[in-house]
């Protein structure tokens, strides 16, 4: 493929006329957004956690090395990324096989795979070569996608998903859904087929129960009615409505959070870190949030749209998306809106894994931004 | 449009579409994602804004549980400062029943861990049915602090079971006291109705009788709280806020442990009572009962099997004969009969009876017998008095009449609870007319009154009021409510407080009476030919009267042999006595259970209760064959 004068990496980094953040290929409001965030997820979670340092530093390591990872691929030209899509699917969907036979079994699910040095989880690597997957599919011909292109998506996502809900890992099962379906949606699904699949798939519903885990058919009942149960699986829903309630307007303030560190609210710095905010920081800490949130979101769908190529647009909406469907999912299930599914507040929530994933991501839509052809 | 550039503006005008297609699906999602955080946001408002108020209640209530702070009870001391009553710590293991799933289960796995034995598993069981609803109950107590520290190890293992600390009541003098103090135990369900429970909340033990049960509301105290915050585990982080409790006022009493302990020695294993009271105060300086019991066991939950060992025991050692024991006063009731016949004018010191050896009411047959079948011949009061002639206070009973007998023995308590501070009294009987008719639907016979006069028939008196009755002689007509605590003291305060005092005087008109009656009961043991001239002292004069309580009734002409009747068939042996005659420090009433002659067995008791208090020391003549009632 031809290209032009100042799309390659090397010559852009020494372009007199961009910025010396966009000559790393960096995109500032989006490394604003994200630093911002993360700077606000260190001060929650020192609080979460109990003022333990050690927390903190932890966590500012995988910050650093998800940091690190964006700014690799953000080097990434899209065409490389176009074209390593279906070999990086085939390599998520045989480790996914591979866990499954072979995986460690931790917290009764099969989630990871021991590579002698590290143990790498596979589904986080399908969050990624799903709509990458799905946007190369989609971008191969002229959008928007006939039925069998469509059909031959949803196959795509669906099998890596029922081998993650098989795990059973659920939350991480409708994440790999969600960024495939997404990519679907902004490649111009028709309505009609989404019409049809949701009336479907709630036609389907009494089906999806019967293949639910006990454990998740509970979730999904104690969602319904978290009183039934106050001190088993509906404790979480309580105590953390509890805690956000009982922030107010204006919160308790940092680190005064009763409910969190008298240790009423369980998961308090890892799924359930949203309650700590709002009991600490009040509707106000909460809104900002949002609305940093909001503006994340935002400016990946304007690099979507901004992008030069279908496969560009198609991956970082999808990617944009995701990262939406985290923090829709996670503080529906704090708040109570939906049901307890294992989905962390993306870049803020303790753990390693998925903040990695995500910035992987962030440093794709970066890429997509900055190597203009 | 030439054919070879239509697959470029084609391809252009589908890229163009895409992009437009792409953008309006952004855009769409856009939206989407803003309504999505908007109904986030609107769930958020509706929890932090408008039910915000239940939520900051929910999270106090989390967070802040008040606890009650039981107040320590008061200790008891005796007259010169012995602790009669203490506290001592104690560790016990308590199971809310109704926090517990399996009940079985868990007692079986805390058996792993601490000993748990028949007795602890009887208890618990009795207990059990007793509790109050979410109150612990013991299974083990007097935990060592081996066992509290393996049970901490455990404890999540037990939700429901949690060591309780706790002041557990101590009587060090055992059951030398037990009748006169009482004993605290377990709050039951009655006594549950009865209390203030928010004042008794953290407390578990209540006075089940004597001084413990009178006094309850002064030795209990007041309860305190504590706000505490308390994590998810329940474990407390730190107070809050609290309101100390008021701890129970100790009890200064006038009970002289010393005097208790010469009463208690010298009836022996001899069933009986002793009252001694200071007739300056209305103090009770010693209230036995005897045969007793140990108090503390009943404390901690007495087991079954000993509980009925004393409920069923033939000598009813929980039977406190000292306030409850409702005996015919006998003899010991003249002194007062004579003084009404003074007072009322009816007889002088010199108007003299003759006594044939029977008394006959005018116009009727039935001969009422004096002791001496003899009889006494003329008799004036005092002769009357000290030979305990019989057929001069018929006759001084009939001439004073039950009318004005009765309030004249209710001016020295008797027929009427004393109100001591001793729970569980009597109220003994002076029987009248009135009472005949309401209780026995019956007339009054003139010859009921006769026996009245000497204190037989259904006249009742407790050995308690015979000692107030006597105080109230020998202090010549000062009448006290009489009381075992004299004062009550807060822990810390520089004083004691003086309990309240009852009292009333006496009338008799004219001082020389209370001479001629107390001239005559010194004559009992002071003079030659008195009933009781056994115990006369070197160290004091001692003033008395024997008297005798029929245990059943003898037939019109059979004569009383005490060696032919079943022992528990025998007369009661009573005495009442005061000393030093010129200024009365102690008042002593005695009653030996089937003792027979009251100046042979129950006045060597009084002898030796005097001595202990008024420190006497000279040894008693062997009273020898006493002729006389």
């Known amino acids: 493929m031809a290209t032009r004068p100042g799309s390659s990496s090397l010559q852009s980094l020494v372009d007199p006329r961009l910025g010396i953040l966009r000559r790393l290929h960096l995109d500032t409001p989006l490394l604003g957004g994200l630093l911002l965030l993360c700077a606000f997820g260190l001060a929650?979670?020192?609080?979460?956690?109990?003022?333990?340092?050690?927390?903190?530093e932890r966590q500012l390591l995988r910050l650093a090395l998800a940091f690190g990872l964006m700014f690799v691929l953000a080097q990434v030209s899209p065409d490389h990324l176009r074209r390593w899509s279906l070999p990086l699917y085939v390599l998520g969907v045989l480790m996914l096989l591979a866990v499954l036979l072979f995986g460690d079994v931790g917290k009764g699910a099969q989630r990871w795979l021991d590579l002698g040095v590290v143990r790498f989880q596979p589904s986080e690597l399908l969050k990624l070569a799903v709509p990458m997957a799905a946007a190369w599919v989609l971008a191969a011909r002229p959008l928007p996608p006939g039925l069998p292109r469509v059909l031959a998506v949803a196959l795509l996502i669906l099998v890596p998903v029922v081998l993650i809900a098989e795990q059973p890992d659920l939350g991480t099962a409708i994440l790999v859904a969600g960024a495939g379906i997404t990519v679907l949606f902004i490649g111009g699904l028709g309505w009609r087929f989404i019409l049809l699949t949701s009336g479907a798939a709630g036609a389907l519903a009494p089906l999806l129960w019967h293949s639910m885990r006990d454990y998740q058919r509970q979730r999904v009942l104690t969602f319904l009615d978290p009183a039934s149960d106050p001190l088993g699986s509906g404790y979480h829903i309580i105590q953390s409505q509890i805690a956000i309630g009982s922030g107010g307007l204006h919160g308790k303030g940092w680190l005064n959070g009763t409910q969190s560190h008298l240790e009423f609210l369980p998961e308090r710095h890892t799924d359930f870190i949203f309650a700590v905010i709002g009991e600490e920081f009040g509707l106000f800490g909460i809104l900002v949030l949002l609305a940093l949130y909001l503006f994340i979101i935002y400016r990946g769908l304007v690099i979507a749209v901004n992008a030069p190529d279908t496969y560009g647009r198609l991956l970082a909406g999808g990617l944009s998306l995701v990262f939406f469907i985290y923090v829709f999912v996670n503080t529906g299930m704090v708040t109570g809106l939906l049901p307890v599914v294992g989905v962390p507040l993306p870049l803020i929530s303790y753990g390693g894994?998925?903040?990695?994933?995500?910035?992987?991501?962030?440093?794709?839509?970066?890429?997509?931004?900055?190597h203009r052809k | 449009m030439?054919?070879?550039?239509?697959?470029?503006?084609?391809?252009?005008?589908?890229?163009?579409?895409?992009q437009r297609l792409v953008a309006t699906r952004a855009i769409i999602a856009g939206v989407l994602v803003f309504a999505a955080l908007a109904v986030v946001a609107a769930r958020l408002a509706r929890l932090q804004v408008h039910e915000h108020e239940h939520f900051s209640v929910l999270s106090r209530d989390n967070r802040v549980k008040v606890q009650p702070v039981p107040p320590a009870r008061g200790?008891?001391?005796?007259?010169?400062?012995?602790?009669?009553?203490?506290?001592?710590?104690?560790?016990?293991?308590?199971?809310?029943?109704?926090?517990?799933?399996?009940?079985?289960?868990?007692?079986g796995a805390l058996a792993a861990i601490i000993r748990v034995d028949d007795k602890d598993r009887e208890r618990f069981a009795r207990m059990k049915r007793q509790r109050v609803r979410f109150q612990g109950v013991p299974l083990r107590l007097n935990l060592t602090p081996e066992e509290v520290a393996r049970f901490a190890l455990d404890s999540y293992r037990f939700p429901g079971v949690e060591v309780h600390a706790e002041l557990l009541r101590t009587y060090p003098h055992?059951?030398?006291?037990?009748?006169?103090?009482?004993?605290?135990?377990?709050?039951?369900?009655?006594?549950?109705?009865?209390?203030?429970?928010?004042?008794?909340?953290?407390?578990?033990?209540?006075?089940?009788?004597g001084v413990e049960k009178a006094h309850e509301s002064l030795l209990h105290g007041h309860v305190g709280y504590q706000q505490v915050e308390v994590n998810a585990r329940g474990r407390v982080l730190r107070t809050l806020e609290g309101k100390p409790p008021v701890p129970g006022r100790d009890?200064?009493?006038?009970?002289?442990?010393?005097?208790?302990?010469?009463?208690?020695?010298?009836?022996?294993?001899?069933?009986?009572?002793?009252?001694?009271?200071?007739?300056?105060?209305?103090?009770?300086?010693?209230?036995?009962?005897?045969?007793?019991f140990d108090p503390n066991p009943f404390v901690e939950g007495i087991g079954q099997k000993d509980y009925h060992a004393l409920l069923y025991s033939p000598d009813k050692p929980l039977y406190n004969r000292a306030v409850r024991g409702q005996y015919p006063p006998g003899s010991t009731v003249k002194p007062f009969v004579g003084l009404a016949g003074l007072v009322t004018e009816v007889t002088n010191a010199r108007k003299a009876t003759y006594c044939p050896g029977y008394y006959r009411l005018p116009g009727q047959s039935h001969r009422y017998r004096c002791w001496r079948r003899g009889g006494h011949g003329s008799v004036t009061l005092e002769p009357a008095l000290v030979q305990s002639c019989d057929v001069y206070f018929y006759d001084l009973a009939h001439a004073i009449g039950i009318e004005r007998l009765k309030p004249f023995l209710g001016g020295f308590g008797f027929g009427a609870r004393t109100g001591i501070d001793v729970a569980g009294e009597m109220s003994g009987l002076v029987p009248s007319k009135e009472w005949k008719e309401q209780v026995r639907k019956q007339i009054w016979y003139p010859g009921e009154t006769l026996i009245v006069g000497i204190g037989q028939g259904a006249f009742l008196a407790t050995p308690l009021q015979l000692a107030v009755a006597t105080a109230s002689l020998a202090s010549r007509g000062q009448f006290f409510q009489p009381r075992v605590a004299r004062s009550a003291q807060l822990p810390g305060a520089p004083a004691a407080e003086d309990l309240p005092v009852v009292a009333h005087r006496i009338d008799v008109a004219d001082p020389q009476r209370w001479d001629q009656i107390i001239h005559a009961m010194t004559q009992v043991v002071e003079g030659a030919r008195g009933t009781a001239k056994g115990i006369r002292s070197q160290d004091y004069r001692i003033a008395g009267k024997t008297g005798t309580a029929q245990v059943f009734t003898l037939g019109q002409n059979q004569s009383y042999n005490a060696a032919r009747i079943d022992e528990r068939m025998r007369d009661h042996a009573l005495f009442i006595a005061f000393a030093p005659v010129e200024d009365p420090r102690i008042a002593v009433a005695v009653i030996v259970e089937n003792g027979g002659h009251g100046g042979s067995t129950a006045a060597p008791v009084a002898r030796q209760v005097m001595d202990a208090y008024l420190g006497g020391s000279t040894p008693m003549s062997d009273p020898g064959p006493v002729d006389g009632d």
């Open chain 1, 44 to 56: 929650v979670l020192f609080s979460a956690g109990d003022r333990d340092l050690a927390v903190v």
């Open chain 1, 353 to 370: 894994t998925s903040m990695v994933t995500l910035m992987a991501g962030f440093g794709m839509l970066m890429a997509i931004q900055t």
């Open chain 2, 2 to 18: 030439p054919r070879d550039s239509w697959p470029v503006d084609s391809r252009l005008a589908d890229r163009q579409r895409e």
């Open chain 2, 75 to 107: 200790l008891i001391y005796d007259a010169k400062g012995v602790v009669l009553a203490d506290n001592h710590p104690s560790f016990s293991l308590e199971v809310t029943i109704e926090k517990v799933v399996d009940l079985d289960a868990t007692i």
């Open chain 2, 174 to 209: 055992g059951a030398l006291t037990a009748h006169v103090l009482g004993y605290v135990g377990r709050i039951n369900t009655q006594e549950m109705e009865r209390i203030n429970t928010s004042d008794y909340a953290g407390t578990n033990f209540i006075g089940k009788g």
């Open chain 2, 251 to 292: 009890l200064h009493l006038f009970l002289d442990i010393e005097v208790q302990r010469a009463a208690t020695r010298a009836l022996g294993d001899r069933r009986g009572a002793v009252v001694a009271v200071d007739p300056r105060t209305g103090g009770v300086l010693a209230l036995v009962s005897q045969p007793s």
